[in-house]
Every structure is written in structure tokens, then in C-alpha cells.
């Protein structure tokens, strides 16, 4: 099957935006945690979390348009902080329900049984249930003119994981923190690893890590 432009236009548009939420290929889950200035938590899926540098660490994160009814964005702004949190295997059906359209004064938490945790010094809530949790300062802020989203870029403060997870040359084990990957917006996938390749260089061929 091929798709031109034209095709793309015409297609109705929850088909087309099930088909463009697909094809940028398996993405991150994330639970957002958020406050707002007078303490009230959000909790919000993502899946738009991509690496933007490591030292420092930053992650940048998308945000849909929608003013004051976004409550992440305006946590955020309001706060300067929020934190990350990976979906994992057995939190799949609350961390969906969290992307349900509640009123600013319902917290996503309460609703879907999940629980803030906080740590000193971060002015946003972790998901105590996920197993891979960061805290994350905002850094920069820029609305996109191209399509009034918002890209938010964080710097990681706070990560936390399970020790065991953590192999000897740094890279954390996902598979083994059970962290879920997301096509679309709403097919969840656990990974299966297949093989760690070495540092790619012109003069050797690709071959396996370790
Ligand atoms: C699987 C999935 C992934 C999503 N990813 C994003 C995303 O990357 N950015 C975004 O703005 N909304 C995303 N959403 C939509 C938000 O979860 C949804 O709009 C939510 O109500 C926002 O909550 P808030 O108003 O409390 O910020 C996603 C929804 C789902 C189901």
C-alpha cells in the first residue's frame, strides 16, 4: 500500500490520526505527574517523550494544544517541574484512563487508585507504582507554530529504579523493569530483547556487545 499527501488529506480523521499515531514507529509510556501552584495533583499518558541530550540530561515531551484544558502544560508552567514515569505491565489499564478528559479539580490519581509519592524538593508527584520514576526541571518552553503544540523540555533532576535493572556499562534494563512501548494510542507492547550490538565504527563490521 502506498499513501500520497492527497490520500492522507481525504482520509476521515480518526482513521488518519490512528494511522499517523502509528507510524512514527513503538514509543515510550509515560505517566506525567504534575501540580498545580495550590497542590492539586495531575496525571496524564504520554507517549511523546524523546532523548534530547545527556549531559545534561534532557527529555523533551510534546504537548498537545488546548489552553487551560491541558492541565500538564499549564502544571507545569506554573511549577517549573514534573515528572516521568514508565508504564509498566501491570499498570496498563489505570495509566490509559488517565488520558479521560476529568475537571482540573479531579485528580487522575484518585480516579484510577494510582498513588503520588514525593520526594524533597521536586514540586511534582511520582507514580509509586511505576518502577522507573524521574524528576524533571523544566528548561525550556517553546509553542510550535506549526501546529500550536508545545514542546516542553525537561532536565532530568531525580531517577529512580531498581538497582538490579542497571547493567554494567550504565544502560538501564527495561525489559527487566517491565517497561511497556506503545504504538498509536492505545496498542501496549512488552519487549523482548533480542541482542545488544557494539559501538558501530567505519573500519568494523556490526557485531554483538560483550
Ligand atoms: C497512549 C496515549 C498517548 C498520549 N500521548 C500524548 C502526548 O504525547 N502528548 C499529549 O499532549 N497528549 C497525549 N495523550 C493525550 C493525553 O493523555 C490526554 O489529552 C490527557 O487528557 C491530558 O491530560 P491533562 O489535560 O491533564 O494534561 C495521549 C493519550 C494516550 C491514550
Redesign the pocket.
Known sequence: MQLDSDALAGMAPRTRAALV?SISGF?S??L?G?ASASGET????????VHLGSHPPLLA????P?GE???????ILATQSYTINHVNTAIIEAA?Q?????PQQVS?FDATGLTPEWVAGLGAPLVAEANVKLGMRLREHQPLAING??LVIGEVVVAIFPEESLLSDGALDLSACSTTA?S???AYHQAVPLKRMAYAKPELPPRLLG
Do not use: C, P, W
Not at 61 to 64: D, K, Q
Open positions: 499515531n514509543k509510556a509515560n506525567i504534575t495531575n496525571l496524564a499518558i504520554m507517549s511523546s517523550v515531551l510534546v504537548v498537545r488546548g484544558e491541558r492541565h500538564t502544560l499549564s502544571n490509559h488517565t488520558a479521560a478528559r476529568y487522575e503544540t508545545h506503545l498509536g494510542l492505545d
